[in-house]
């Protein structure tokens, strides 16, 4: 297994299993505006792993008026408030990170909103292994995921050349963001709802391997 001087974890859905608060806030308000074809489940497979900004322009463009200009407020409103009940630490997240940053730098790298991720990493306890300076989030670049800004970004900032980075990852738009960047990317499937589906959308993204468990990404860097 190649050494890296850096891991780059993903938050949302990779370290804390948050996607549910996320998608189901997003489907509440999309629903309250009359939208009716934004059920959870739809939202699920429509939105995974993109930034709210990216999808209100696509939502504004689909649906005009309809779509209040300070959704994307809204929504990091009502998410922020929600987190310390509803969000927890992904089984083995804390394991791989005790064993993990022994050996290894890390960071966070995610495309969810600034002050949510922050409340996130702070509520789980996560901010052990976090302070600010170890946070990226797609405020900090022009382009979020799957562009390839934000991890060549959050790479010069750590100080690592973009090819000794591997990033963990359980969405394609997030593998897409590292293979581009020029990382290895490990894909992660242990908080989705379709496992075996999300391992072929990750292959199929370019993630270097597809893990179901964070036991055997701890195997596979030999900690």
């Given at each position: 297994m190649q050494n890296y001087d850096l891991i780059i974890f993903d938050c949302d859905g990779?370290?804390?299993?948050?996607?549910?608060?996320?998608?189901?806030?997003?489907?509440?308000?999309?629903?309250?505006?009359?939208?009716?074809?934004?059920?959870?489940?739809?939202?699920?497979?429509f939105f995974e792993g993109r930034s709210w900004n990216e999808m209100f322009v696509e939502l504004k463009n689909k649906h005009g008026d309809v779509i209040p200009d300070n959704i994307v407020d809204m929504y990091v409103e009502r998410v922020r408030a929600a987190i310390p009940d509803n969000v927890k630490i992904i089984d083995g997240a804390l394991d791989l990170l005790i064993a993990v940053s022994k050996i290894f730098p890390i960071c966070i790298a995610s495309n969810g909103e600034c002050q949510n991720v922050l409340t996130e990493i702070k509520a789980t306890g996560l901010d052990r292994f976090f302070d600010e300076s170890k946070i990226f989030t797609k405020v900090q670049v022009q382009n979020p995921k799957p562009a390839p800004d934000l991890f060549l970004y959050t790479a010069e900032k750590m100080k690592v050349d973009p090819s000794r980075c591997l990033v963990i990852e359980d969405s394609p738009t997030g593998v897409q963001g590292g293979v581009?960047?020029?990382m290895d990317v490990f894909g992660f499937v242990g908080a989705s709802h379709d496992s075996e589906n999300q391992k072929n959308k990750l292959l199929g993204a370019g993630a270097k391997q597809v893990f179901d468990d964070f036991i055997h990404i701890g195997q596979a860097l030999k900690l």
């Open positions: 990779t370290l804390v299993d948050s996607e549910t608060l996320n998608n189901n806030v997003t489907s509440d308000i999309l629903l309250g505006l009359g939208l009716k074809e934004y059920t959870r489940d739809a939202c699920l497979n581009a960047a020029g």
